[in-house]
Each structure stands twice: as structure tokens, then as C-alpha cells.
């Protein structure tokens, strides 16, 4: 059971909600953003639970985040839009997992500064660096270790704190297990209580305080910077390639060069201190695939590459609820791969539509054809009639979409319109990926809100497994060899309920026919009691009457 099993009906109702939201205006969303609320369960329903099981206030947390992300264009941002300042000094940076398997985010106050004109970058810098984290992870939590030691009160940021919790709590939910703040001086209890004061409810039980080496209570030695007394050598002010330089960013921001210089040297302090760290230990950067890559800009966060085919097109008729693959996956009741598409026609009129395949004897596609309703939405199956998934190699689909002006036609009217009217077709090219249990490890595999799943103690990656050219047809057969011990295990697990159940029923069996003996033998003994009784009593009387006669 998976732990989204519980909310499956509550999931299903929000996401059909959305799905007309996004119909009504899909201008104002990511279509990847879209796609991503119809295919994942948990990103559902982590809005669902961060309002605590409300679909109405739900709802409304999905538009308004949804909205948000397309307004920031959270999507369009990369490691390398950044300032290399930001990444030297080590203000804020992703970094090692904790004891618990969260992977943990690290907010250095001591190097924070508050220059106003950087003031919208710093914000869209906190806000690659979260939603980083969260992709990374999966959605399955992150901690923010609040770092406060030898900060003064010229790098407190009331503003930039409650910038944090507005993001973490409304657009990233359920996404911050807690909030470490580690080393707080006495003197900081009134920012501690302003900080507080703005605190939502739900983040109260949240905040863990340390002081000391009690940061390793929860963050083991080996998985802490150096400069809290911890021994990882894995650098936290590494940059990634191709970043650029502040006074570049300034330029490109309209600042002029006294301006720039103005504000270049309120950071010499710190990035001098971070230069002589640099300069005596021995650190090591991250793996090259940790930073987003810059060489291709249709790349998306999720790992995904956005079909420009079915987004460039001003006759957009139909949106799936995938843009670039279809997802088979086993069924072990069926012995089957099979996958499901949402198709929603965004428009007035109606659409018709086909769906072809490269190898239509392979698969079963129900329905194939037809036509979708003015704001409606088909949900279209897809059936693979092999026994290996390998052989889905080079498979494609292509899925056709006509808008038109009748709510009926003619089978001989359905297919001529593709003829007559080829110029205003619009079509979307899938491909199929085979999905591996291990695509999903830790993430629903249990049912709990708020599982403590621990991910692997290294960042997350992608293990689709893309069928289409990317991977050895070796690699397909070694994956079906992973399916056959598991489906044999499944038959094995089936064979022995039946036994079970088949030696549960001759064991009540068995006691029915021990009760029924014991209930007999036990009348039996009454009626024999009472028989011998009865006979006595008639003994006696007989006895008694033939002393009364001769005693007349």
C-alpha cells in the first residue's frame, strides 16, 4: 500500500479541480507544472496535509503556489544565473544528510549581508536553492540548520527570515522537516522572539535549538562543515561552472560602475575570509552532475527535456498530462505493462483525436480514436501484449489532435477531416519508459503522512529507465531479470494464501465437528440422568404400592 492509498479519493478530486483551473487558464501555469499534479500523487497531497486534510483550502494552496512558481519562473532558474559571490562566501548552500536521512540545507547568518539592491536576487537565490533541495529529495523533507555562530546583529534580516518561512510554509509544503538554530547568543533573545512571533502555528514544533557539539545529536560528525567542528571535507563554497560575476550581474541589472563598486566592497570582508579558508584546507567540490547543466536550455528541473513540438504550437488543441514519455509499468495481476494518459481539450469546440504507434499489433489502446468534448478531459489506456518490456525498444507514439465543429461524425466524416484539414492538425510525439520499482524507493513505499523516509546518503538521481536509445538492450534484459524472481515471487506468496487458507477452513472444520460431539455427549448424559431418575422414581412407587397392599 502506498502512502498516498489513504487520500486516494481526496488526491483524485484535487487534481480533477486543478485540472479545470488550468483548462480555464493555462497562461497563468507551467505546463510541466501541470503535468507533474497529474502524475504524482504525493506533490497532491503534500497540499492536502499542509492544510490539514481541507480540499477546499487545498485547492486554493495548488493555484496560488502554482501561480507563484510561473511568477518567479522558477523553472527558468539554474546554479549558474547566480552570482559566484553567493556560492564563495558559503551564505547558503545544500550540504550533507542528517542522522534521520534528510538531506540538509545550511543558512550561515554570520555571512549574510543586507544589501538592498541585491535584495530581489538573494530572494530568487533562496528560492533555487529550496527548490533544488526539494527536487532532489523528492519532496520527502529537508532540514535548515539556522547557523548563528559569530553573527552580529548587522547580519540579522527580519525580512529575509520571514521571506523563508512565507516560501517553506505555503510553497513548498510539508517540505521542511525542521529548523535547527545552532549556536544563538543570549544576546540575539529579541530577534529570537520577533522571529517567533511570526512563526505559523504549524512550524512551532519545528524549531530544535543547539548549542555546541549538540549539533551532533542530530547531523553526524562526518556530515558537518568544518567550521561548526565537523569533519566533512565536501567543499560548502564550491562554484559551478560557467557562473558569472557579481559586477556582471550588476551590469546586466542597469547598475552603473560607481554603484557597483559600492556595493562589490561591502563584501570584501567576507569573501577575503572565505579566500584564506580556501587557501588552507583541502576540500572537496561536489560531483560535476550536482550542478544543473547550462548546455541545454529546454532542460527542465525535473529532469525531463520539454518537447518543443508540444508547446510551440498555436493550435494547441489537447493537453496531456505528459510531455515528452508514456510510463508503463507492471501490473503483476495483469502480467502486464500498462500506462494511462489524460488527454483535455482546452478549447470551445471539440477535438478529435487518434493515437498511433509505431507497433500497433504490440499494444492495445483503449480508446484509439474519438472525440473530446469542450472542456473535458479522456482518460485513454494502454495495454503492452508482451511479456517483456525489452521488447518496447524504439516504440513511439504519436498522438493527433483536429479541432472541429460537430459533436458527432461519421466514421466515413471522422477520417476524411485528417485529409481535408492536415494543415490545422496537431500532433505530440511520446516516448514509452519502462518503470522500475527502484524508480519509486522511497517514496511510497510505506503509508504514513509524514514518513521518515531516509534517502541514500548522496543526492538523489534519476532512475527512470529510458527504454528509447539512451541504454544497451542489455540493460533491458537485466531488468527483466529483476521482474522474473519478482512475479515468481508473487505466484509463490499466492500458492501458499491458498494453503493457508485452505488448512484455516478444515481446521474450523474440524472444530465445528468437536463442538457438535461435545454438545451430543453432554445431552446424552442429561437424557441418561434423567432416565434413570424417572425409572427410580417408578421403582419406587411400584415398591411402595405393593407394601400398602399388604399391609391391608
Not at 529546454?298 to 513540438?309: A, F, H, M, P, R
Not at 521488447?391 to 504519436?398: E, P, S
Not at 461519421?410 to 492538425?425: L, V
Amino acid at each position: 500500500m502506498s502512502r498516498t492509498d489513504r487520500s486516494a479519493e481526496n488526491v483524485k478530486r484535487l487534481r480533477e479541480a486543478f485540472r479545470q483551473e488550468y483548462l480555464t487558464n493555462p497562461d497563468l501555469y507551467y505546463d510541466q507544472d501541470y503535468q507533474k499534479l497529474e502524475t504524482d500523487d504525493w506533490y497532491v497531497k503534500r497540499f492536502f496535509l499542509a492544510r490539514n486534510r481541507n480540499e477546499t483550502a487545498a485547492l486554493q494552496m495548488i493555484i496560488e503556489a502554482m501561480k507563484w512558481r510561473k511568477h518567479y519562473k522558477i523553472r527558468e532558474f539554474r546554479d549558474q544565473h547566480f552570482s559566484m559571490e553567493f556560492y564563495k562566501i558559503g551564505t547558503l548552500f545544500i550540504y550533507e544528510c542528517d542522522l534521520d536521512g534528510y538531506l540538509t540545507v545550511y543558512i550561515r547568518v554570520k555571512m549574510h549581508l543586507k544589501v538592498p539592491e541585491l535584495n530581489d536576487h538573494c530572494q530568487k537565490f533562496l528560492i533555487h536553492v529550496l527548490n533544488k533541495a526539494d527536487i532532489l529529495t523528492r519532496g520527502n523533507g529537508i532540514g535548515i540548520v539556522f547557523d548563528v555562530t559569530g553573527a552580529s546583529y548587522g547580519n540579522l534580516d527580519l525580512d529575509y527570515m520571514k521571506f523563508l518561512i512565507n516560501i517553506g510554509a505555503n510553497y513548498f509544503p510539508v517540505g521542511v522537516k525542521y529548523i535547527l538554530v545552532v549556536n544563538v547568543p543570549w544576546t540575539f533573545n529579541a530577534f529570537r522572539r520577533a522571529a517567533l512571533s511570526f512563526l505559523p502555528s504549524s512550524w512551532f514544533g519545528l524549531i530544535k535549538f543547539a548549542n555546541g557539539k549538540e549539533i551532533f545529536n542530530f547531523i553526524d560528525k562526518s556530515s558537518v562543515p568544518d567550521y561548526l567542528g565537523g569533519t566533512c571535507k565536501r567543499s560548502y563554497r564550491a562554484i559551478p561552472p560557467g557562473c558569472r560575476s557579481m559586477s556582471q550581474v550588476l551590469t546586466e541589472l542597469g547598475y552603473t560602475q560607481e554603484d557597483i563598486d559600492n556595493i562589490s566592497s561591502k563584501f570584501s570582508n567576507v569573501l577575503e575570509e572565505a579566500s584564506k579558508s580556501l587557501e588552507i584546507e583541502d576540500y572537496v567540490n561536489p560531483n560535476p552532475d550536482f550542478w544543473d547543466s547550462c548546455d541545454d536550455e529546454n532542460e527542465t528541473k525535473d529532469g525531463s527535456i520539454t518537447d518543443l513540438e508540444s508547446t510551440d504550437s498555436n493550435n494547441k488543441c489537447l493537453i496531456i498530462n505528459t510531455s515528452t514519455s508514456i510510463r508503463f509499468r507492471y501490473d503483476y495481476r495483469d502480467r502486464a505493462y500498462g500506462a494511462t494518459l489524460m488527454m483535455s481539450n482546452p478549447l470551445e469546440s471539440p477535438v478529435a483525436f487518434r493515437i498511433k504507434s509505431t507497433n500497433p499489433s504490440k499494444y492495445t489502446v483503449s480508446p484509439s480514436f474519438g472525440i473530446i468534448s469542450p472542456k473535458k478531459t479522456m482518460t485513454v489506456t494502454i495495454k503492452f501484449n508482451q511479456d517483456s518490456g525489452s521488447a518496447i525498444v524504439n516504440d513511439k507514439f504519436l498522438i493527433l489532435g483536429l479541432p472541429i465543429n460537430r459533436p458527432r461524425l461519421t466514421a466515413e466524416d471522422f477520417y476524411k477531416i485528417w485529409i481535408q484539414q492536415k494543415s490545422k492538425i496537431y500532433s505530440i510525439k511520446l516516448l514509452p519508459i519502462l518503470e522500475s520499482e527502484q524508480a519509486y524507493d522511497g517514496i511510497n513505499d510505506e503509508d504514513d503522512d509524514f514518513v521518515d523516509n531516509k534517502i541514500r546518503q548522496r543526492f538523489a538521481q534519476n532512475k527512470k529507465t529510458l527504454i528509447n536509445g539512451n541504454l544497451k538492450s542489455g540493460n533491458n534484459n537485466q531488468f527483466d531479470q529483476h521482474i522474473n524472481p519478482l512475479t515468481e515471487k508473487v505466484d509463490t506468496l499466492v500458492n501458499q494464501q491458498k494453503k493457508t487458507w485452505l488448512f484455516l477452513v478444515v481446521i474450523i472444520f474440524l472444530y465445528f465437528i468437536f463442538l457438535f460431539c461435545v454438545l451430543f455427549l453432554s445431552d446424552s448424559v442429561h437424557f441418561l440422568r434423567f432416565f434413570r431418575s424417572v425409572s427410580y422414581s417408578m421403582l419406587m412407587a411400584n415398591s411402595t404400592d405393593k407394601s400398602f397392599e399388604s399391609f391391608i
